[in-house]
Nanobody
Framework: VQLVESGGGLVQAGGSLRLSCAAS????????MGWYRQAPGKQRELVAS???????NYLDSVKGRFTISRDNAKNTVDLQMNNLKSEDTAVYYC?????????WGQGTQVTVSS
């Protein structure tokens, strides 16, 4: 399985970005996908996830601002991020979870300037 992220960049506080993750390969093994992030000096944390039956889960600090969605026809999962804050600055990683482990993307930088 290969996961390729796109859509990161620099945005002012209050702005929006949309991240996209394209999956290829043996994607039948994936039962959930999501986005993690890691800020400098901090642990990686789960931002949002979506299962194959479209059940979603969000980090408390992004609820109401971020929305995760998937397009099964395109094998993509997107993260719409609105009202971005400086504390959202991090490298964002796409993850595909299987019954025995997980696949990770290479990460995309999101920088929010205040």
């Amino acid at each position: 399985v290969q996961l390729v992220e796109s859509g990161g960049g620099l945005v002012q506080a209050g702005g929006s970005l949309r991240l996209s993750c394209a999956a290829s390969g043996s994607i039948f093994s994936i039962n959930a996908m999501g986005w993690y992030r890691q800020a400098p000096g901090k642990q990686r944390e789960l931002v949002a996830s979506i299962t194959n039956d479209d059940s979603t889960n969000y980090l408390d600090s992004v609820k109401g601002r971020f929305t995760i969605s998937r397009d099964n026809a395109k094998n993509t999962v997107d993260l719409q991020m609105n009202n971005l804050k400086s504390e959202d600055t991090a490298v964002y990683y796409c993850i595909g979870k299987t019954g025995w482990g997980a696949y990770w993307g290479q990460g995309t930088q999101v920088t929010v300037s205040s």
